[in-house]
């Protein structure tokens, strides 16, 4: 007979615990068991706000947490579909093995994801993909969170879209093969080479790291003023924390008949 599993992906918001909503509290006070992926590389203090959202938000003291070690996605170049294939699978033996062992047929079991799950997070692919399976009889929610990029714009007072249009929301790695034609505003995210500097037109920039933590810090300008501000800002903070979350939104000017 196939065991039965349920399971609760929680966003837990992008680094400040005030961005858990009671939507989150109450999923947080359901589970018994919580998910913690050990990232190692300097990402301690990931592992830490989510134990310290359980310990602040969770009134029943009576959980387990089950910490595991997440397999290193494997960095661009050489076969690199071949490596994310060989990688994911090894991801959802992972999560399979958690959820045959660590969870019973009674029990909610938490992944506390960090943002919202549905933005550059692969949790909710690698549940379904489980399920699809069949070898367990998985059931999962999914409690929405507050993004980095809702974060960003909050705290830089800004709207993301100029009016009427579109916003994209991409990655470094695909900035860097050009700004996207038809967009007028930009959120780039997972930018580890400062993508930013090779964008050439006449672009206003509002740039945040760790927004919403302690060591929060923003910059905003016209890209060719704070370009280089930015870069050496990114590269400090990275040398310091040993890692570094940034995300930035991109605008072109909005024309005088706007
Ligand atoms: C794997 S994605 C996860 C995004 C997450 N699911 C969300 O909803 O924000 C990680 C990227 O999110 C962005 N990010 C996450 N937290 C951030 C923060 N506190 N400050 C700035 N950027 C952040 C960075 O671009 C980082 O490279």
Redesign the pocket.
Known sequence: MRVRRNVIVI?MG??NPDYVTIQAVKALNLASVFFIPDKGGGKEQLARLRRDICERFIENRDYRMVTFDSPVRPKPGGDYRKGIKAWRGEVERVYERLLADELGEDEYGAFL?????????GTLRILESIRAKGRMELEYDVVP?I???Q??AARHKVPLNRIGEAVTITTGRRLSQGFPEDAGSVVV???GNAAFTKVEDDIYIHW??????PDEILVSGNLEDVAGEIERLKEAAQKNHGWI???YLLTRPESKED
């Open positions: 966003g992008a680094g994801v960090w943002g919202d799950p549905s933005l550059y997070d969170g993004t980095s990029v974060a960003l995210m997972l930018d945040g790291a760790y927004v919403g933590t979350m940034d995300t």
